[in-house]
């Protein structure tokens, strides 16, 4: 029976999952240590089809491979079969060159062992584009998505099937929420993922984590931006994280997971996107001079809360009123709720008459905002615009990808409530 062999890159931006600790017992992302990790393990690399991992499949194969394979052996020849995938990027990498407008490059390829899924056997070949720095996610900034999206830009019509990207779980949702609103057409799997302990522990989710994440993003085309964690796949636009400890870290409050993995690997295609008609396209800023600054920054969360001082709002609203564009993300009450306040909902008409895009949302995770309310509806009055179930890391991605178009305010008013990438519902 022939083996399925699929190819994917894996970008590292880094994260807890590479992390070691330091000499002060602080964990920090180490250059070149996840490579040298997985490549010692052959649970994820097996180039020679020759671990013990790639003779399970039943009893005979097993017996064949004790009788014929020394462990000790096997080391030696790994280098002879180490292939090489090429690799495109924006930044240096080791063994690369210029070639007027990127770097390119052979990276050696590690190569997961064979596998059955759905009754076909397959491998995965994969090459790790390790950034530098790496970093802490607490420190990625809307720079380091536009990187991520031109660096899949690069590679994407080449010889990958599909796209991994190794993140720090603190911001993988805003992240993952940004890339999906900047990639359009996919026919690809794009997936992030990361962990709660470094791989450098024994006892670690990170394992788990990648080696699903290889054989969904080189096994299996759900053309959109997902998160995979502690056993779901997820819309990486619906996704949001919870739990700063627990293995299940992230949810999906508005929408069911994609897939999940346990004794199989069950992909809920009822609620998968479709391919898209549209070509692929990474959007970019029209109106910036920088395209590593393409997202608008000029957005703000205001989260409301019993007792707020109007002086705090109106210092936010006047910051944003200052801006060709901007946009408010109010966090309210229940279903989309503030204390009736006649002199805020001026402060709102105003901005809103400047330009100002106001968006409400919920503090709560699952539900959606309405004016089923007083104090809701006029809201919907003084010009703000219902996000009905955008969790707050879309609605800042969405405002900041839309905010950096050539659309009008008033065209992006009629957008923001009303799908692009499965990352809202219809309000009912």
């Given amino acids: 029976m022939s083996v399925v062999e699929k190819n994917v890159l894996v970008i590292y931006t880094g994260g807890t999952i590479g992390m070691i600790a330091d000499s002060t017992g602080a964990y920090r992302p180490h250059k070149n240590l996840l490579g040298d990790i997985l490549s010692c393990q052959s649970r994820f690399d097996d180039p020679m089809a020759n671990s013990i991992f790639s003779n399970l499949n039943n009893k005979q194969a097993y017996a064949l491979w004790f009788d014929q394979e020394k462990p000790t052996q096997k080391q030696a020849s790994i280098k002879e079969h180490r292939r090489t995938l090429t690799v495109k990027a924006h930044q240096e990498f080791h063994g690369s060159h210029f070639n007027g407008e990127f770097y390119e490059g052979e990276i050696p390829a590690l190569q997961t062992p064979k596998t059955f899924l759905s009754g076909v056997e397959h491998t995965v070949k994969y090459a790790i584009l390790e950034y530098d720095p790496l970093l802490d996610s607490s420190d990625v900034s809307p720079k380091e998505w536009v990187k991520i999206v031109r ?10 099937d599909g796209f991994v990207i190794l993140h720090g779980t603190d ?8 890339l999906s ?18 791989l450098t522990h024994i006892r670690a989710d990170a394992s788990d984590n990648i080696l ?10 759900i053309p959109e931006v997902t998160i995979y964690f502690n056993h779901q796949l997820l819309r990486g636009n619906r996704a949001t994280k919870v739990s700063t400890s627990e293995f ?5 409050y508005n929408y069911p997971p994609l897939a999940k993995v346990g004794t199989k690997l069950d992909v809920n295609w009822n609620v998968v996107l479709p391919k898209s008609n549209k070509p692929f396209t990474v959007h970019k800023c029209e109106k910036a001079s ?15 809360f019993p007792g707020i001082k109007m002086h705090v709002i109106e210092a936010i609203i006047e910051d944003l009123i200052n801006h060709e564009r901007a946009a408010l993300i109010l966090q309210t009450f229940g279903s989309g709720n503030i204390g009736r306040n006649d002199t805020l909902l001026d402060l709102f008409k105003k901005a809103s008459n400047k330009g100002v895009v106001i968006v409400n949302t919920s503090q709560c995770h699952t539900g959606s905002v309405s004016g089923a309310y007083e104090n809701g509806r006029v809201l919907g009055e003084a010009g703000v615009v219902f996000g009905n179930d955008l969790t707050c890391e879309a609605a800042l991605t969405k405002l900041s990808y839309l905010l950096s178009t050539d659309l009008s305010t008033e065209e992006i008013r009629k957008i923001v409530p009303v799908s692009l990438r499965g990352e809202v519902n219809k309000l009912v």
């Fill in 248 to 252: 299940d870290a992230f949810r999906s």
């Fill in 290 to 304: 920088n395209e590593m600054s393409a997202l608008s920054p000029e957005i703000c969360v205001l989260r409301f």
């Fill in 151 to 160: 660096d899949i830009e690069l590679n994407y019509n080449s010889n990958f």
């Fill in 212 to 221: 699903h994440s290889l054989l969904i993003a080189g096994t299996i085309t």
């Fill in 181 to 198: 609103f900047m990639l359009e057409g996919l026919d690809k799997t794009i997936l992030l993922t990361g962990s709660q302990i470094p």
């Fill in 171 to 178: 911001t993988m949702a805003y992240t993952a929420s940004a």
